[in-house]
Every structure is written in C-alpha cells, then in structure tokens.
C-alpha cells in the first residue's frame, strides 16, 4: 500500500512543480512572539515584538505551505504537496524527526514522505498527521494517552495509531494533553477523542475520567454532521454542517466544565471557531466575530483590577461580540493560549490579549483589550490574502498573492 | 493573581528541572520543587514571564521524603530557563 502511495504522491509532486516555484516567490511568512525554542523560524532564539519576515531555503523547496498548526512551542507546516515541515521545540519528539532536540528552522518529516498529508495538528508537545487515505500518524510527548496507541509512551517519529486502520480519518486536533479525530463519510462522521479527560475534555463520560490512551466516541455527537473539530488547553469544538457551535471540557469565565458537547445557544450560524486556553473566538456566516470567556482573557496582565465575576448562566459563558474592528468584515481568526488574531475582509491584521512576549505584534509587551491593527514593514500588497496561526504565546502570518 | 490553580497530581515531575511543572501560556513551563513544597510554598512560578499558578497539594504527603533530597540538593535555581538545544 505504501508503494502505491508513493506513486500518487510523486505524480502529484510533478504535476504541481512548476505551478509551485511561481508562487513559491510571491507567498511570505511572518511570525513574532516568543521565540526562545525556535518556534519563530528566525534562527534566533528570542522573543519579537514586531513581525518578521522569514527566509527559508528549506521551506522554499518544499513548495507553498497551505496551513500550520502552532503549539505550545512548535509548529507544523502542511504543503499544497502534501508534505510536513516541523521546527520549534522538539524535546518531546514533538517534531517527529526522530529525535528529542529543538529545530531551529523548517525541517522535512522524512518519516511521512510515502503518504500525502492532508490535515496536521500540533498540541502542547504532540504532533498529529492525516493522510489523504484517511491514516493517522502521532508523535511526541504520550505520557496522557494523547497519542492514541493504547499507552502512555513517548515517540519521536510519526507513528500510525492503528485504532483507526479500518477507518478513515479526516482531522487531527490536539490540545494541551488530549487529541479529538473526525472521522470521514462511509465510516459515519464519528468524533473520537482520548488523552487527558480529567476536564471533560474528552466528553466521553459523566465520570471525572482521568485519561485514555485508547479512542474512545464522544458522545452527543452522533447525530450531528460534524465539519471540522478544534482542542487548545483543556477545551474541545465541534462545528457542524448546519453552523452550529458545540464546545465541551474547561467551562469558561468559571463556568463548570462541560463533560459533554454543549451547543452554543445562538442564533448566528458560525462558520469558524478557534480555542485557547480560556477563551474561544467564533466566526459567523456574515463576518462578524464573537468571543466566549473574554472577561478573563485580554486582561490577564491586569487581572487585580478585574471585578468580581458575575454569576455565570448555568448553562454557560456569556457569548461576547468582539467590538472595536469597526463594522469591518471577518475573514479569518485564530487563538493562541491567551491571545486572538483576525484578518478582515480589506486584509489587514488586528490582534488582541496578552501580549507579554510581543506576541500582538504590535512592537511591544503590552496587553490589549480591543484589536490593533498590525503592520508588516512592507506594506501589504493589494493584491494579497492573509492567513493567521496562533501558538501559545506566538503568532505566525502568511501572505498569499490573489489568484 | 495567580494565573491558574492546579492540583499537584496534574503536574509533572520533570527530573531535568528537578521540578514539579506545569504547562505556562507562554509556552515555558510552571516551575516548583519539592524543597519549595516541603516548606509551604504553593506558588510555582514561570521562569520566563510575569505569570505563575497556585499549587494545590498536601503538605503531609511532601514532609516524610526529605532524606535523599537533602542529601543531593538537587534542585536548580529559580530563575533557570528551560534548557534550550
């Protein structure tokens, strides 16, 4: 099977190779944040307060990056070849290069060249791969269960849970010690979940479940189209076809935790959502940008003056409008573990939260409560699309020419 | 304010550090030894941001394992960042 993978994969490489080096010249990747375990990609091990444009030979050859997935201190970079490059800190095998060093600069997972990667996830200090036949390969730290081979052992290359070998996975989410799997059509479109449960994160049980190191089905799901699933921290979401909202785990704003899936009571169809670590973001069908948990986050580093909380719905934490972007329309979010980052519909970049590491961007260390427009030093072009990814405490950007 | 509290069976012991750690939002790690619980300390600090969680743990359970921590004193300085490759 893998020999046949390996076919597809080069004929594609082909096929797309020229198309690629085009583009490959006109796609620029930003980051900034914390940066001490070379999550930033800059070859330095240092926080950046303002963005930086990245230059890497490595990246380069590998052809555009089509998404990443930002961690606790490490990234994953999918190409529109289907290959993964991983860099930042690898002192868990997070990195899957058969190794537990940190990576300085993009690196290939040599380990996943037979396959074409399709969607990747990068959590705390795990790594999660799907292939295009519906694989899923783990690796790093495993000490929860968090990577689904039935114990709790680190691995440093991906290794393909096998729970999964009849069945076609479509998505990987990872969170700070769980992971939650989609799977594909013909199988049913089943959540799975395993890893650390004690939050409710894995919204497989009533009972404080400590953790599984086995996929287990989330219940309350089963009769709900699932399109794409999200983890960061202690905290799971679920978007379904029909653009509702089901989050589960760490309860936000001192809300219980929910050991279930819990649909968002709104009448706003979401077709987005982004989780860290106490807050989420949901992006609606018309733009518009809603926060939960925003009273605990973007006031972290004043959190002395913060009132006393008020007595939360039982049912949940208060959904927010996101104000101060100015009627503009949204386009993209993404959370990290205490900030937010959007892109609007005139493309430019506005952040939120904590901001200790510089990880707003916005040149310097403070905290903020509404959005702030960031600027990268060559002025964007007119003709360019964003994209932002959000790690803990780090923050990447990608520049695309419109097509 | 403490960040967050965080009972002591969620954290892990990180025998690099010599610590008992616990995931930070900046991507570091909440740092605390076993000498610090040994004399009350609940607070486990992060060392590369302003941020730090309160412990959540019995002081009996840390009073009767000092003999071979003594001995050793092993423990590394507060302020010690994360090793980095």
């Not at chain 1, 089963?222 to 699933?229: A, F, P, T």
Request: net charge negative; hydrophobic share 35%.
């Amino acid at each position: 099977m893998e020999h046949s993978e390996k076919g597809k994969e080069a004929k594609h490489h082909d096929e797309e190779e020229d198309e690629e080096e085009e583009r490959q010249e006109v796609q620029e990747i930003w980051s900034w944040g914390a940066g001490t375990e070379g999550q930033l990609g800059t070859g330095r091990l240092e926080d950046e307060h303002l963005p930086q444009l990245l230059h890497l030979p490595s990246m380069a050859s590998a052809g555009p990056i089509s998404l990443l997935s930002c961690g606790g201190a490490h990234v994953i970079a999918l190409t529109s070849g289907g290959r993964v490059l991983t860099w930042g800190r690898g002192t868990s095998g997070q990195l899957g290069h058969g190794d537990m060093v940190n990576s300085l600069y993009p690196k290939l997972v040599t380990s996943l060249q037979a396959y074409f990667i399709s969607h990747v996830s990068a959590g705390w200090s795990h790594s999660g791969f799907v292939s295009d036949t519906g694989y899923l390969f783990t690796c790093g730290d495993g000490s929860f269960g968090q990577l689904g081979h039935g114990d709790y052992s680190s691995h440093c290359s991906p290794v393909r849970v096998s729970f999964f070998v009849t069945k076609h996975v479509e998505q990987i989410a990872c969170g700070m010690r769980h992971s939650l799997v989609l799977l594909k059509g013909s199988s049913g479109f089943r959540t799975y979940a395993f890893g650390s449960g004690k939050r409710g994160q894995l919204g497989i049980s009533n009972d404080k479940i400590k953790s599984v190191s086995l996929p287990e089905v989330t219940h309350g799901l089963e009769d709900v189209r699932i399109v794409s699933i999200t983890a960061n921290g202690d905290h799971s979401a679920a978007l379904s076809v029909d653009g509702h909202l089901y989050t589960w785990g760490r309860g936000f704003s001192g809300t219980p935790d929910a050991h279930f899936p819990q649909c968002l009571l709104s009448s706003f169809l979401f077709t987005r959502a982004a989780l860290g670590w106490n807050h989420a973001l949901a992006l609606t069908s018309d733009g518009e940008v809603f926060m939960l948990g925003g009273s605990y986050h973007g006031v972290l580093g004043d959190l002395e003056k913060m009132s006393p909380k008020q007595l939360p719905d039982p049912r949940g934490a208060i959904l927010e409008k996101v104000s101060g972007l100015d009627a503009l329309k949204i386009v993209h979010v993404a959370a990290g573990a205490e900030h937010s980052a959007v892109v609007t519909e005139n493309e430019e970049i506005k952040t939120w939260g904590w901001g200790e590491h510089g990880q707003l961007g916005l040149g310097n260390t403070c905290d903020q409560t509404s959005p702030q427009a960031v600027s990268l030093s060559n002025n964007p072009k007119e003709t360019a699309t964003f994209k932002v990814f959000c790690g803990s405490g780090f923050t990447y950007a990608i520049q695309n020419p419109c097509v | 304010m403490s960040y967050d509290d965080v009972e002591i069976e969620d954290m892990e012991w990180n025998e690099e550090l010599k610590a008992y750690t616990y995931p930070c939002p900046c991507g570091d790690l909440f740092q605390i030894t076993k000498d610090d619980l040994r004399l009350g300390e609940e607070i486990a600090r992060c060392p590369s941001c302003s941020l730090y969680i309160t412990v959540v743990y019995n002081l009996e359970d840390f009073l009767g394992d000092s003999d071979q921590r003594n001995k050793n004193n092993l423990h590394p300085p507060k302020q010690q960042p994360l090793a980095v490759a």
